[in-house]
């Protein structure tokens, strides 16, 4: 992985919400992800894990730090130009879905395309549709999908641009075990095979064990990380972090 381009990297990020008594989501943060990673990201209730995933995706502005994605530092400020460069550069799948319901599967996968202006290439995403096993439901709406094949479908939507990081919220939260195993192995697949570089907020240390690596947020830092993990393992730093979390909050 050290010869890989970098596809994130974070350098001393904070977030802060509210003026009076602020509440710090994240404190001083640096990561680096390298292309063709999957990377998920645990923590306890609070930890900053979805605060740390909306500010590297350019949902939300940190406070303090800087960011690249793709070796690029994203605009601030200018709605227009941060619009533009998410659509340019990031994918990102969120627990909901987000599929337009009037679109069939394929008109929702190339909706972002169209509108950024790009060029649309049916074939490439029929390719896609079929590798993720969604070609016999192509020109449904997503109605008449499953709540795995609607999230699937949110997938290839965000891979077919080949955005440099796909940042995936929660993917499997809303689904039952057969579907959410079906997006792990989509998630996966889309690192092994097409190099995509991914990165998941999760609770779950079954979802987390499909990742490279586990990075694990307490209190807005990164306080430890996990290569190769499995399940158990992660379920156990999980409630090692939990109960910390719960004796400092008990002090509080």
Same mark, same amino acid.
């Given at each position: 992985?050290?010869?890989?381009? *970098? !596809? /994130? $990297?974070? &350098?001393?990020?904070?977030? @802060?919400? %509210?003026?009076?008594?602020? =509440? *710090? !989501? /994240? $404190?001083? &943060?640096?990561?680096?992800? @390298?292309? %063709?990673?999957?990377?998920? =990201?645990?923590?306890p209730s609070g ?124 993917p499997t ?80």
């Amino acid at each position: 992985m050290a010869g890989r381009a *970098e !596809a /994130l $990297r974070l &350098v001393a990020v904070s977030k @802060r919400y %509210g003026e009076v008594n602020p =509440v *710090e !989501a /994240l $404190r001083g &943060v640096s990561l680096v992800l @390298r292309s %063709g990673s999957f990377t998920a =990201v645990m923590g306890p209730s609070g930890s900053g894990k979805s605060t740390l995933l909306q500010c590297a995706a350019g949902l939300d502005e940190p406070s303090e730090g800087r960011i690249y994605v793709g070796g690029v530092e994203p605009p601030r400020g200018n709605e227009n130009q941060v619009t533009e460069f998410r659509r340019e550069h990031i994918g990102f799948v969120f627990q909901q879905y987000n599929l337009i319901p009037y679109l069939t599967v394929t008109q929702n996968v190339l909706l972002p395309l169209l509108f950024a202006g790009r060029t649309v290439d049916r074939a490439a995403c029929a390719d896609l549709l079929n590798r993720l096993g969604l070609a016999p439901v192509a020109d449904r709406l997503p109605q008449a999908l499953s709540g795995g094949q609607q999230q699937r479908a949110a997938i290839a939507r965000a891979l077919l641009a080949r955005p440099a990081v796909l940042f995936a919220d929660e993917p499997t939260g809303a689904l039952d075990t057969t579907s959410g195993r079906q997006v792990l192995l989509m998630l996966r697949q889309a690192v092994d095979a097409f190099g995509q570089t991914v990165v998941m907020v999760t609770h779950d240390p079954v979802a987390a064990a499909c990742a490279d690596t586990v990075v694990f947020l307490a209190d807005g830092m990164i306080v430890d990380s996990m290569t190769g993990p499995t399940a158990e393992a992660i379920a156990q730093r999980m409630t090692h972090l939990s109960d910390a979390a719960a004796k400092t909050g008990a002090r509080a």
